[in-house]
């Protein structure tokens, strides 16, 4: 790597004060267009300092993003967990809390989110994809974020809890409208379908509580549990609070990448038809997916004390954007990494994070874009852009856009007549 043009050389130790603007995100992107950016600072400044959104470093090469997540003595999430930083009443674990108390939470969750648990709702899942592509098929301008990647996140993750199919609309209806007010940093929407989402969250509580499940089974079953335990710190309002967190954090991500994985493949029809005829190779394509169109990129971390990363002086109390999507087009990690490879060797990709916070959700993750991309591609002979894909906004990296025509396989056709 060259010279960095900023005049630093060993340890920068300029204060806020005297450090300049480096870098500021691109508010108004395309398909793809922010990994030139990327690609740009991780070859002159890849630890630069930005004023936007209150000020923030971003760490865009895979060896910062791997350290710095996985470096809980140096970095915190619980005093700024994303960028720019969301001013909130109280915290919401386990995304704003540290270890030790975040394992607690940990240790409560990961067992309901193990493989053999997610696939029970794997005939759910298959069912809600086909009901939403047949409503695509049978609509005159669809739309795969709007009629099909959001509804879809959102509905599974309803399922996962366990809610009866009345209220599962009505999570969809309020995660979907939470999702894009979100994206429009509309204040006074959020806020509405934040406190509408507690509320589910909280009967969803009382209704699984009284349903006796298991714990190991059951999200809600397994946070009481470990509610029992006073050295847990974990109490009903916590516990409310966690389900009310896995909910939004249930639809931003799978429905970035679902949505982004939808354009890549509406752009490749060489892929597209590779897939169909070869199902057995989609696995190895979604991760690839992933690594390519990884949704994150606001979640942050603090520094605790003055650290030093990439050669520059991170000064106590400084939030740090960990830029996933450019960690994991590093060249110095992934050959072509601007290609699509499959069965990539070595893909060692940061799409669900590392370390204590790495996404507890990753396994339903995969199964989520294995079911809706299988349905999709059983279901049509191809599918095609229909017009100008829109980006999301800063806050996650995907679609939220994306308009695209559908020729419907015989079954579907026949299934519809």
Not at 291 to 307: C, G, N, Q, S
Request: charged content about 25%; overall charge negative.
């Amino acid at each position: 790597m060259g010279a960095c043009p900023y005049g630093y050389d060993g340890a920068d130790a300029r204060t806020r004060a005297e450090r300049g603007t480096e870098w500021a995100p691109e508010r108004d992107e395309s398909f793809g267009s922010a990994h030139a950016q990327y690609a740009q600072l991780r070859a002159e400044n890849p630890f630069p300092w930005s004023e936007e959104y209150g000020g923030f470093w971003a760490a865009t090469t895979y060896d910062d993003v791997a350290r710095i997540t996985q470096d809980d003595d140096g970095f915190i999430t619980s005093v700024q967990n994303v960028v720019p930083h969301v001013p909130r009443s109280s915290r919401r674990p386990p995304l704003h809390f540290d270890p030790p108390e975040h394992t607690a939470y940990r240790r409560a969750i990961d067992p309901v989110l193990r493989r053999s648990v997610v696939r029970e709702h794997e005939a759910a899942f298959r069912a809600t994809a086909a009901e939403l592509v047949d409503r695509m098929l049978d609509t005159d301008d669809p739309d795969a974020v709007r009629d099909f990647a959001a509804p879809f996140v959102v509905e599974c993750f309803a399922v996962f809890l366990g809610v009866p199919a009345e209220r599962t609309r009505h999570i969809r209806e309020i995660g979907v409208r939470y999702s894009f007010a979100i994206q429009d940093m509309d204040d006074e929407v959020i806020a509405e379908c934040s406190a509408e989402l507690y509320r589910i969250a909280e009967s969803v509580y009382r209704d699984r509580i009284s349903a006796a499940a298991h714990p190991d089974r059951d999200l809600v079953a397994g946070l009481a549990a470990a509610a029992d335990d006073p050295e847990n710190h974990i109490t009903e309002q916590t516990a409310i609070a966690t389900i009310r967190q896995m909910i939004v954090a249930g639809m931003g991500a799978p429905q970035a990448s679902l949505g982004s994985a939808i354009v890549h493949l509406a752009r490749d029809q060489g892929l597209q038809q590779h897939l169909r005829l070869h199902p057995e190779d989609l696995p190895a394509a979604i991760e690839e997916l992933l690594r390519l169109h990884a949704p994150y990129r606001v979640f942050a971390r603090t520094a605790k004390h003055d650290v030093e990363v990439n050669g520059r002086l991170v000064r106590e109390g400084e939030p740090i954007a960990l830029v996933f999507p450019s960690a994991n087009r590093d060249p110095e990690v992934f050959d072509a990494p601007d290609e699509f490879v499959l069965r990539r060797k070595g893909n060692s990709h940061l799409a669900f994070g590392k370390g204590a916070h790495k996404c507890p959700a990753a396994t339903m993750g995969r199964m989520e874009l294995l079911i809706a991309l299988q349905v999709l591609l059983e279901r049509t002979t191809s599918f095609e852009p229909a017009g100008e894909v829109v980006m999301m906004n800063w806050l996650e990296y995907g679609p939220r856009s994306v308009p695209v025509r559908l020729t419907p396989s015989k079954g579907a056709a026949e299934a519809e007549a």
